[in-house]
């Protein structure tokens, strides 16, 4: 570098050189992170570490869930089968409004489970991600009465013949889930709450405390289940869940929530109105009860994900320290270049 | 003065007088017809017919754009990229219910794009406007309608105009000049802007004209022109004047350039011929060849590769939707009844499946496209931009002696410097510093001049032996220069020191009559002009050429000091050998029988006092030995033997030599001479050549001249350090063959360990065969000759395949023809490879074009020109890469290269660290690019998949477009632009770390498929362990489960973790800027999902409050995504090690 002196009187001729400065001459102060054996080793380690005992802990959490899973389509309807007549009867069954389909199903507590217990429906290769399911609804409409026309996007469950709108509209609306579940032990019916099993941000901005529900399933053909037109959308919570379309064709929903414990081995009976049609697709539903630890419900998935990925940082770890010990390798030869060793084998 | 002046004028207007005859009568012919039709009405801008022919302005614009065409011209230009008129179409069919997103959400980052680059287009165009309306806007003054001249704008002048321009003005148009302050209406021009030269030239007014010498005179002034057409060529002018009934021919003698400058005269009267885009220069202003770099046109490969992936997929998804939704409806039934298929539009219609499947189709088209990254374009155009200015900044590429930092022309090539297999440097003013010193010369078969050049000095330190004496005494140069430093005399181009004839001693050698007549050659046969500084009286010699001005001086310092010259004469002080007195001796210049390439020599033919006709020549040796009378070659022997040894020794020489002519024998060759001049046609240079052959001959030799050419700082070091990291090395010049050797020795191109395998056509037979001058034999002969040297050449090199020897091959001008010409390319190409060094001398600008063709096509590798002068510039123009020195020989290479730098050494630094550093960070950030959109794609195809291929995306529509132009471009960014795998220092230490770029090791299809696939098992991952660990139980303690709109939140931050993590292993060098944008980018996401979730659900539809509500336990989510990106960085550390852990081993140990 050139003395203050020098300097001030290049800058007094106007000099074209650059001014000096780290960021010009990109010498920034920079971390340069460079993968060493030890460093590669270390980490591999450490990630191991760290990772095993949260697979285990997931693990375990998962392993304490107590999970009752029931499926009922096929069991509640009169014919069996896989032929097409009895296809052609049970669908004639499930459309027929005026059969009894109640149907009872009795479950055995198979641990002890405390409450909260959570009774999910869960229905299997059922497409609520389909683009033209997803898309017909009109947020606007749900949010206030004086939208109530907005049902353009909701095609085609838009408006009745004489062109009143339906609130709500749109398809997932119609489609709505309408089996019904009661449960009781030996006598006692055990209550279940359907009281915030929404997400608070529906309740309370996405669907109106003041719309009510007009026109809905009031015309052939009629989807799913129907509302009570003198509760308003906010407070129709099945509707709120059901209208929270899931991501994959194979979901779970919340129905409600038991308040009490329910012993091991203790028998409960189910009597469940199953009057949703799964079976013009090929489909399942079934009926889950399940407690919940800080993992949420049952999933082995994740401890198993962490366990294997620690385990393999530490196999890596492992074997890389025996290369190294075996066969160590100076830094910085250029010898191992690896156009050198293409030109050395040539 | 004014009596030197009047006999001047005296004198040319007989001169002019019997050049305007003859030239009359051939140039008739061609004016008023095509090309020809031009006519000017002089002094008379109200003529009607003036106005009728409606001719241009002088307004100039240079911008690309105007202010009504700059928004559809620059779309135009942007839409001519494949990937934006998709990008366009996409956006349009947004608006078609088709489309799986909202329109906004895609014209959004379509315009943030299109206006960036606008932007910049804007601002460049800005930069020439401004200096558009500068230019325009000028004062000139003009001749007005009160008879005196009055100032005006550039912009307001018309042809016809009469203007005046003052001293050390610009030319405002191409002017017809009238006449100068001079009496004789000659003046001085300085052409830097248009040729780069930097030397005045001469233009002379018509006798006819040359008298309207004040502002007065112009009262009545009418005149007609009729000329040529404008075109673009700055060596030609035809037109005649027709004044005072008189048909005056017109010449580019009296044509003054826009754009040049007038020096050294007073003022000058002229008339606008050629107005704004009309004049020559503008019309020269035409396009560079815009040259793409190789990773450019591989990316748009990838691009193509991209849009395949983005069909195939598309149409897979279709053919699914297609077949479901065919099955929707069975025997009249639904089957998915509550997508009511049957009520159903167009792109949902089981009766009409395979349109829907079409329309589905494009619906993918759209929503794949985010596996195009729709910012690569412009990111890259900034990167590159930053940079250049990078490159701009560096102070190790500052010349502090001529104040020129380096500068980076076209930012598009930054990366191919990294990639540079091939060097073809020119020899003058780039390997060498262009400034000529006299050193030696031959007088009378007798070597003077003591001064010991660092060739000689390389090849002393080669031979390991003390260095042959040359002339009487051989004193340490460096002993030698103090002497001459106390001297007091120590001027630049003088380096001569010979105690036999300095400070005037040369009169009592025994040839001092011929010392006497060698120095009054280079003393008059010269185009110098010469300057006298008013105060010191110092004179200065503005010449051509670094060699003419080297000679003006030796003449002076010897006692033969030029030091005026008018358009007919040459003025000297000279030493009197007889009396040795100093006399004023003045010479009248009747020819000067210019220089060319062709000729290779210069005439000039005068009459001195005693009315004697002389002509003085000098040229080089090639030509002149064969111009010697019979009784003019008393010293050819020495002579030979001294320029034998001189360009050994890497000096230049010129033979010097004169005639007597008789005053019988000058008069008919002027005749023909003038004839010859005066023709027009397109022969006429042949013609002029032909003239001036018959009268150059019969010389007398007198000795010969040497400079030497020294080479730059650091030549030979860096040239060593190129060699090192395997960048072959040619040196193209124009230099003789031993010159070159030699210079080629003292760079250290050609090592003594070496093996030389040389091509010529120097040998006896050709010579032989060359003076029966048998054409056809000699064409025959030369082509077999080549061969058979290539053969030998080639059984050479693969005789020593085994042995560690390397060989430098060495081809003259006239052999090259032939290889370029003939079917021989290829054996020589082969050759030339395996060469370490490669020196072709005496070649042409044109054969250094070709060569560097050769070898672009030839090879198929990267190329480098380097070059300084305007006969470098095809080879500039030609190569990938053209780098120009801005040194002595002016602009003209800087202006049509890519690169501008001062110092050849530089090279070394421009090409090893910055090429290394933008070759690696262009590709990483390609690479990067890809990755990233390939990432984020196939997460929306996974999806896909699990939607009955329905066209739904898993992400809210402005998470989609946001992901490209926010939370993931800047990192690319500041990655392109600061990242740095190894130090400057250290690149320069392992030259071999070059060798990456070089062979493309890490653009390669490898590494890109390898990246691409990184990509699909990122977003693999990244869909399978986010809907594995979360679907379909609770995925938190109050038993709620995740919906689509949670999901599609966890894997977009997912997304933003992995790829911007991926960011950060593939970084080698972090600054605070890498960790504020990665890092920022991350954060930045997380923030725009709260705001944009807060805004009321009719906006942010499926983001609601998402995040706060639903995401709240973070910590369980991050722990996810950590997972997700920790399996992401052992995979790709272990590709990182398979594929290049020994070269980063390498690079290590370093830091």
Known sequence: ?346 | MTGDRSSGIHFSRLYSFSLMRSIFRNEHSQIGQKGYSRVVYCNDPNNPKQLQLKYSSNYVSTTKYTVLTFVPKSLFEQFRRVANIYFLLAALLSFSPMAPYSASSTLVPLLVMISATMIKEGVEDWRRMKKDIEANNRKVKVYGRNHNFEETRWKKLQVGDLVKVDKDEYFPADLFLLSSSYEDGICYVETTNLDGETNLKVKHALNATAGLHDDHSFLHFKALIKCEDPNEDLYSFVGTLCYEGQQHPLSLQQILLRDSKLRNTGCVYGVVVFTGHETKVMQNATDPPSKRSKIERKMDKIIYILFSTLVLISFFGSIFFGIETKNDIRDGKSKRWYLRPDKSTFLYDPKRAELTAFFHFLTGLMLYGFLLPISLYVSIEIVKVLQGIFINQDQDMYYEETDKPTRAQTSNLNEELGQVDTILSDKTGTLTCNSMEFVKCSIAGISYGCGMTEVERAIAKRKGNVLPEVGYTSPDIQSFKDVYMDSGKSCKGFNFKDERVMNGKWVHESHAYVIQKFFRVLALCHTAISNIDQETGEISYEAESPDEAAFVIAARELGFQFFERTQTTISLHELDYESGQIIDRTYKLLHVLEFSSARKRMSVIVKNVENQLLLLCKGADSVMFERLAKDGRVFEAATRDHIKYYAEAGLRTLVVAYRELGEEEFKSWEDEFLDAQASVTADRDVLVDAASDKIERDLILLGATAVEDKLQNGVPECIEKLANAGIRIWVVTGDKMETAINIGYASSLLRQDMEQIVITLDTPEINNLEKQGDKEAIAKASSASITKQIRKGKSQLSSAKESPVSFGLIIDGKSLSFVLDKNLEHAFLEIAISCASVICCRSTPKQKALVTRLVKMGTGKTTLAIGDGANDVGMLQEADIGVGISGVEGMQAVMSADFAIAQFRFLERLLLVHGHWCYRRISMMVFYFFYKNIAFGFTLFWFEAYAAFSGQPAYNDWYMSLYNVFFTSLPVIALGVFDQDISAQLCLQYPLLYQEGVHGMLFSWMHILGWMLNGVISSIFIFFFTTNSVLHQAFRRDGHVVDFEVLGVMMYVCVIWTVNCQMALSINYFTWIHHFFIWGSVAFSYVFLLVYGAMSPIISTTAYQVLVEACAPRLFRFSFVLHTVTLFKDEAWKVRRQNSVDLRHGREQIA
């Open chain 1, 1 to 346: 570098m050139s003395s203050g002196d020098e300097a001030s009187q290049t800058l007094s001729k106007k000099s074209k050189k650059p001014q000096y400065s780290r960021f010009t001459q990109q010498e920034l102060p920079a971390c340069k992170p460079i993968l060493t054996p030890g460093l590669v080793i270390t980490t591999l380690i450490s990630i191991g570490i760290i990772f095993v005992p949260i697979g285990l802990g997931s693990l375990s959490a998962s392993e304490h869930v107590v999970e009752i899973v029931d499926r009922y389509d096929d069991a509640c309807v009169p014919s069996k089968g896989d032929d097409e007549a009895a296809k052609r009867e049970r669908l004639s069954f499930i459309q027929n409004a005026k059969t009894n389909k109640t149907c009872i199903r009795n479950l055995v507590v198979p641990k002890k489970m405390k409450h909260p217990i959570y009774v999910y429906y869960q229905l299997d290769n059922f497409y609520q991600n389909h683009r033209r399911y997803v898309k017909s609804r009109s947020d606007r409409q749900y949010r206030s009465p004086g939208s109530e026309g907005e049902t353009k996007t909701c095609d085609p469950e838009s408006e009745v013949d004489d062109h009143r709108p339906i609130v709500p509209c749109g398809l997932i609306a119609w489609s709505l889930f309408n089996d019904t579940y009661g449960i009781s032990t030996k006598d006692n019916p055990i209550p279940i709450n359907k009281k915030d099993i929404a997400w608070q941000s529906d309740k309370n901005s996405k669907f109106g405390s003041n719309v009510y529900p007009k026109n809905f399933q009031k015309q052939d053909p009629v989807g799913g289940g129907k509302l009570n037109e003198s509760v308003p959308l906010s407070e129709q919570e099945d509707l709120l869940v059901w209208m929270r379309t899931a991501a994959l064709p194979n979901f779970r929903k919340l129905y409600g929530r038991i308040e009490t414990d329910l012993e091991a081995n203790e028998k409960i009976t189910v009597v469940i109105q199953n009057n949703y049609n799964t079976y013009s697709f090929d489909s399942k539903k079934q009926l889950v009860l399940s407690t919940t630890t800080w993992i949420g419900g049952k999933n082995d998935f994740l401890g198993k994900a962490y366990i294997s990925v620690g385990g393999i940082c530490l196999f890596l770890a492992i074997a890389f320290i025996l290369t190294y010990v075996i066969k160590p390798r100076p830094l910085g030869d250029p010898a191992y270049l690896s156009w050198n060793q293409n030109s050395a084998a040539r």
